[in-house]
């Protein structure tokens, strides 16, 4: 009897039986009789042996988000590049670096003097999966070099661990880490989310007309008051008129002021973005586990740096009554259910009710600052560490078209979900409303056949 190997994720292999001999399939470790004959299940034998662990592969999860609209970023700080590849976008969306480069701009380094002074272009390429300016259906792989690297910097947090920073964590996991930049910890990783992101707000403004706008509502101890922004017509242009990203501009110096203070004294402070979708299409979000809020979460709370999340009236609501909670439904001059409220954030069971999704996300002041602290190396020797490096003494302004991009990934895999089981046949007109929005683009409208 012969057999071939093919590996599989996660270790062990799969054999291939050439002669019905062997008819037993092994499931998770168990052997068990089947009907069936020509597979079986061998765990691979993993060895710790220290003299040998050049020898050990690390076969990492949890790089890739989504179920239709499937997102995997790739890349570290310090390494050659970093990039994502998205499978699952529809052909015949046109789609160009620049669409793409648009979205990176804003999430770069060195944009003003309270971001980090790293200098990077963040140029990036597509390598696959457009053709012509159109996508095909087949992987998109966008690909961004590493250009303004400083291995030197992180001499001495190779072996001390920076305070609250994901260094000690990272070596718990996986007996070994990325030194330089932080490796996957780094903000750098979220270039490929951004990136995929464009794609996915590109397909959700073309296809639904939906819209997500993030900005700036607090930093440090600076909080824009509530209702000073207007969710109904707040525009681009009101959030990018300043360094902070915020739309009032008597807040935005307060908080850039605020930001200024503890630069100069190489320390930092945290903040808050906040998020809206306007035009998301009803019925997004899949009960029970899959909800609308709960994939949102997941998505924020996957962002370096983030710390909380609340959507709609939040933990304020929990002040209030059942009978001043409420949001009371009414049927507008259209003919379309809606309600006069929104502090349910425009969710509602897990699944939008078509009004303004609001969020927010909560980001704590960056862990690595210039002044000296007290920690351990990797041999638990005490040491007092002054952290070198170029990083950002606030994230939350660069943090916008992160959370942007986030968001716009979950509702695009939302949406595509909630087209495969719930569109697919006739809808019940006088229950649902069609996915595809009013703003249908021409350029997809009229796309050749």
């Not at 995929?196 to 296809?207: C, H, R």
């Not at 049927?331 to 309600?339: E, F, K, Q, W």
């Amino acid at each position: 009897m012969t057999t071939s190997t093919a590996c599989l994720h996660g270790g062990g292999a799969l054999h291939l039986i050439s002669s019905p001999d062997d008819k037993t399939l092994g499931c998770f470790g168990s052997r068990r009789r089947s009907v069936f004959y020509g597979i079986a299940w061998r765990p691979a034998s993993v060895s710790f042996d220290r003299r040998r662990h050049r020898n050990l592969e690390i076969k990492a999860a949890g790089s890739t988000y989504g179920n239709y609209f499937r997102v995997t970023t790739f890349g570290e700080s310090h390494g050659g590049g970093v990039g994502c590849v998205i499978d699952g976008c529809p052909p015949r969306l046109t789609l160009s670096e620049a669409d793409i480069q648009e979205e990176l701009d804003r999430r770069r380094p060195g944009q003003s003097r309270i971001t980090t002074p790293r200098k990077e272009t963040d140029t990036c390429k597509i390598y696959s999966g457009v053709s012509e300016g159109l996508t095909t259906g087949s992987p998109i792989m966008v690909s961004v070099p590493n250009t303004d690297q400083r291995g030197g910097d992180y001499k001495e947090m190779s072996t001390a661990y920076r305070p609250s920073h994901a260094d000690a964590t990272y070596d718990f996991k996986y007996g070994i880490r990325s030194v330089q930049g932080g490796g996957r910890s780094s903000a750098r990783e979220t270039i490929g989310r951004v990136a995929a992101g464009a794609v996915a707000k590109k397909i959700l403004k073309t296809f639904a007309g939906t819209e997500i706008l993030a900005y700036v509502s607090q930093v440090y101890k600076v909080v824009l008051p509530e209702g000073l922004v207007d969710h109904e017509t707040l525009m681009l242009d009101q959030i990018e008129s300043n360094i902070v990203r915020c739309p009032d501009p008597e807040y935005a110096e307060k908080m850039i002021a605020a930001i200024d203070t503890v630069r100069v004294r190489g320390d930092s402070v945290g903040g808050v973005v906040t998020c809206i979708v306007r035009g998301a299409p009803r019925g997004l979000g899949s009960p029970v586990f899959d909800k609308l809020e709960a994939e949102l979460a997941k998505g924020i709370l996957s962002l370096p740096a983030s710390k909380g999340f609340e959507f709609g009236s939040g933990f304020a609501g929990t002040f209030l009554m059942g009978s001043e909670h409420n949001d009371e439904f009414y049927t507008a001059d259209s003919g379309r259910i809606r309600t006069r409220t929104n502090r349910s954030g425009g969710i509602q069971g897990g699944i939008s009710n078509g009004e303004v999704i609001y969020m927010r996300a909560a980001f704590k002041p960056t862990s690595t600052i210039g002044r000296k602290q007290n920690t351990v190396t990797r041999d638990k020797l005490d040491m007092e560490l002054i952290a070198r490096g170029r990083h950002d003494p606030c994230v939350v302004p660069r943090a916008v078209p992160m959370v942007e991009a986030q968001v716009a990934l979950v509702l695009v895999d939302q949406l595509m979900a909630q087209y495969a089981q719930c569109q697919m046949f006739p809808i019940n007109p006088a229950l649902q409303e069609p996915l595809q929005g009013q703003k249908l683009q021409p350029e997809l409208a009229e796309l050749p056949v």
